[in-house]
């Protein structure tokens, strides 16, 4: 072997090892910065049979969140009504689970880059997370600034409550900055064409009744069972909103019944009967701007011979209703006041009038811009260049890591907990709940 031969080699190799180097330091699979994919919490999965409250400090307030020893969550706030179950399990389950996966800067100056300033504007200021024990001990108090949008997995930039380093970090982090997000809102969905009668009394003694006939087809519109001599309805259709007042009924705010006084000479009743012959009456007042209702659900066969199992079933879905609604006030969005407080000549034609502004079923019709709710700016963050000064190994992700119940367990994470809930069944549940022939756990 010549000398030329032998330097071309060892060029070569020292070509190879370059590029070797140059891909390894590009590789995405490369951990950036220390302590990536670590858990943010080590210890958080192992002991999350111990967590009792969950304090979420938002832009609309603070809110604490107590869990019984049934696993039920309470907004103190709103003297423990129900709480979104499974929302809360599943951010409990995703602070036990979420890793570090590439520390980002530990300058103050640099955190509003990440919607991580705690100390600067209100407006911009980013979610605080507390979950502690039943003795006050802390378990998780986690910043959680703007959701991170570079790769395929979900992660947000983060900061442990305490620490200096920022860190984009693995999970569904998001937090909903509205209240009502996070409670069970949904009080009644009784879909149209389960109505068959809605009949609504005004203070006064004015009424309005709707029907469906017993032969009619499930989508056939109500009509105007008390029709005033010499008048006509705008359209076959007017009445949809009516047949729709309870389809997705959600409150947007609740108080006890005890911190109010019911008005009972002012209370405007709709009664609304389902083809299964349940009976849900919302009776309605306006007070400082705000529709207020209470609610009550019974079985009213109205003399129509039922099965004893249909019956049974629909008496049970009433008392599983009456505990949803006894002892609370429910605050309701103010563009429901038009199906369930709708008055006679809002429904019939004008003098002279002989358009058809109602020709064609659409939209549900007298539904109003929905209620207003505050939401988290999920708009991907402009991260900064360095870490502390130094240039950043990659500008890609680590590869997404795998679902946990796919994965493989850490050896330090073998146990189930109790607490552990199949991802699956938290949607699921959601379902169940939000349909009208499943009671509310």
Known sequence: MNSKTLAMMVL????????????????????????????????????????????????????????NSEGTWGLKERSQFRADHGKLDGLVLALARSKRLEQKTSKPGRYSALGLDSEGDEDARPALVRITDGAGKSLA????????????????????????????????????????????????????????????????????LLERGADAA????????????????????????????????????????????????????????????????????????????????????????????????VTALALSMNQRFDGWVFILPSWKGSALRGRMAELLKAEGDTADPFGTPGPELGAGPTEHVITVDNAPAAEPEDVDGAPEKSLEDPPAPKPESDAAPDKADTAAPVFEIDPNSVESDKKAKAGSGSPPE
């Not at 982090?173 to 509205?178: A, F, H, M, T």
């Open 12 to 67: 070569g190799a020292g070509l190879l090892w370059g590029a070797t180097r140059l891909l390894s330091t590009d590789s995405p699979t490369e951990p950036t910065g220390r302590g990536a994919q670590e858990r943010l919490f080590p210890g958080l999965e192992k002991n999350v049979n111990q967590v009792h409250t969950l304090r979420l400090e938002l832009r609309a307030g603070t809110f604490h969140f107590v869990r």
């Open 218 to 313: 499930p989508n056939t519109p109500l009509t105007i069972a008390n029709l005033p001599e010499g008048k006509e309805p705008q359209s076959e259709w007017v009445t949809s909103r009516f047949a729709s007042a309870l389809q997705g009924l959600k409150l947007q705010d609740v108080k006890p019944s005890s911190a109010l006084v019911v008005p009972a000479g002012e209370l405007t009743r709709c009664e609304v009967w389902t083809t299964d012959h349940l009976l849900v009456t919302v009776s309605t007042w306006e007070a400082e701007g705000l529709l207020h209702a209470v609610l009550q659900a019974e079985y009213q066969s109205a003399g129509a011979a039922t099965e004893q199992a249909d019956r049974a079933r």
């Open 141 to 208: 108090a986690l910043w959680v600034g703007q959701r991170r949008d570079r790769s395929a997995s979900e992660a947000y930039f983060v900061r442990i409550d305490g620490e200096p380093s920022c860190w984009a970090a693995s999970g569904n982090l998001g937090l909903d900055s509205s209240m009502v997000d996070w409670l069970d809102s949904t009080l009644v969905d009784l879909a149209s064409d389960q109505v068959r009668r809605v009949s609504i009394t005004q203070p006064d003694g004015e009424q309005v």
